[in-house]
């Protein structure tokens, strides 16, 4: 199965660890039976554990994925502790709701936005894919809604908005519960891209990315000494014509 995107891992002590770094399901999900029969098993594989300790740093990716993957661990019996560990953005923050306790590092971050997606087809197909994802769209509200307790129209204005949120505002409005003030997320900005524990996101896919100011900027450009530089390029010119031209 390619771009396998979760790793489970038991543990001696009757717990079990759930790893989701990067994108979720960066190949098919949707239409695609293998894919939830595979998670399914590893997760039965288990079998009898009392806690699972789910790890996200992910951007998002494919809906259906994370509503799977939402629903196969809310069905589970085992306590649900959710960890962010650097990002929960899009349909990962969906799937971060199933923790029975959300804890976010310090400097983590999580982010909520309305569904989109990119399709061909003709104007029925357009307009069954517009029901669909007002649908899709009603039962995310109705996770996060379960979740922080918030009134579905303040939800509704957060998505629409595209909302980013540091750890101290994800508990503020519920959505996480718990803030790990012993552990720092590496985080810094780079052309364009979030680089958060060690995963990289790309900025451009989001309407509205965040501007935070635990971020390490990027570096402005190095500023060269002109007269250095004339001196270089002196030499150079030197150097082509000992070489009889050939540079």
């Known amino acids: 199965m390619k771009n396998k995107f979760w790793k489970f891992k038991a543990k001696d002590d009757g717990t079990a660890e759930l790893l989701l770094y990067g994108e979720i399901s960066s190949s098919t999900w949707w239409g695609d039976e293998v894919t939830p029969k595979q998670f399914k098993?590893?997760?039965?594989?288990?079998?009898?554990?009392?806690?699972?300790?789910?790890?996200?740093?992910?951007?998002?990716?494919?809906?259906?994925?994370?509503?799977?993957i939402y629903?196969?661990?809310?069905?589970?019996?085992?306590?649900?502790?959710?960890y962010v560990d650097g990002l929960a953005a899009s349909i990962a923050s969906v799937i971060a709701m199933v923790g029975d306790k959300v804890i976010m590092p310090k400097n983590a971050m999580m982010m909520v936005h309305n569904p989109w997606t990119i399709a061909i087809g003709t104007a029925d197909d357009f307009r069954k894919l517009a029901?669909?994802?007002?649908?899709?769209?009603?039962?995310?509200?109705?996770?996060?809604?379960?979740?922080?307790?918030?009134?579905?129209?303040k939800i509704i204005e957060m998505m629409d908005k595209e909302t980013w949120m540091t750890a101290e505002e994800a508990v503020k409005y519920g959505f996480a519960d718990e803030i790990e003030e012993e552990k720092q997320v590496a985080a810094?900005?780079?052309?364009?891209?979030?680089?958060?524990?060690?995963?990289?996101?790309?900025?451009?896919?989001?309407?509205?990315?965040?501007?935070?100011?635990?971020?390490?900027p990027e570096k402005p450009?190095?500023?060269?000494?002109?007269?250095l530089l004339s001196l270089f390029e002196k030499q150079l010119c030197i150097n082509k014509n000992l070489l009889g031209g050939m540079f």
């Open 188 to 216: 810094s900005l780079n052309g364009g891209f979030l680089m958060l524990n060690g995963q990289k996101f790309d900025l451009s896919k989001f309407k509205n990315p965040p501007k935070l100011a635990f971020l390490t």
């Open 41 to 68: 098993k590893d997760l039965d594989d288990l079998g009898d554990v009392s806690e699972i300790n789910v790890y996200i740093n992910s951007e998002g990716g494919d809906v259906f994925a994370g509503q799977a």
């Open 221 to 227: 450009p190095q500023k060269h000494d002109n007269n």
């Open 131 to 153: 029901d669909d994802m007002d649908k899709i769209r009603e039962s995310i509200i109705t996770v996060y809604t379960d979740k922080s307790g918030m009134d579905q129209d």
């Open 71 to 82: 629903s196969m661990l809310k069905r589970h019996r085992a306590t649900i502790n959710i």
